[in-house]
């Protein structure tokens, strides 16, 4: 019987970036109250920036199943969202006339230890609830720096899982197949080693030569490897 083609979905709950993401919304709408003018659009733009981040994780998370196009440009969105609060911030340190920390600064190695998986708000609120205007910018440049990091490696991981699985129409197209053949898979062509160097070979087509227009198995990891296998059809 087939397994259909809707994956599972949703669960942005459990993304460590829309937690982190969500201290950094909470962590913003408390400090542009206490530190930013009432009315300015410096303040408007950030509020917006940290709830753009979050809810289009959000709604990136749950349209996975049906669309990893529209998964991949809203967590792109995201990604530019808190890019740009990350900026905000590092103008806040400069307005107030106070250093951006280093990476390696004791005070952001403090920070940075407190990143676990189970980090929330409460974590970081003597920091964030701080009077002091260098600690609060710091901070928040941290947090934000860690959602970015965050995205990057979720958007490189949804590039992959498209890939490997292909999209709704390729997941269609197989449950389709699936079905009509009482459940049994369709039988896909088996992907050799490469004979140098034994990597996974990639489907190719010679563009030059006597051999242009035949197709070839390439290995994955050319340039630097150019070990190659004739395609044996049928």
Known sequence: MSRGFIPPHGGYENLHSYRKSLVVFRATFWLVERWV?????????????????????????????????TELRLTNVARASLGELLEDYRDFLMLQGVPEWDKNDPRMLTLRALATNEADYETYRKHIESKDAEQVGNVMVCLCRQVCYLLDQQIQAIEEEFLR???????????????????????EEAVPECPVCGKPMRRRTARQGPHAGQAFWGCTGFPDCRGTRRIREG
Do not use: C, Y
């Open 37 to 69: 003018r009432l009315g300015s659009r410096t303040r408007d733009q950030m509020e917006q920036s940290a709830r753009s981040g979050k809810q289009n994780i959000v709604e990136g998370s749950l349209a996975s199943a049906t669309s990893k196009e």
């Open 165 to 187: 699985e292909g999209g709704i129409r390729e997941r269609m197209t197989r449950a389709r197949l699936e079905a009509r053949n009482d459940g049994s898979p369709e039988p």
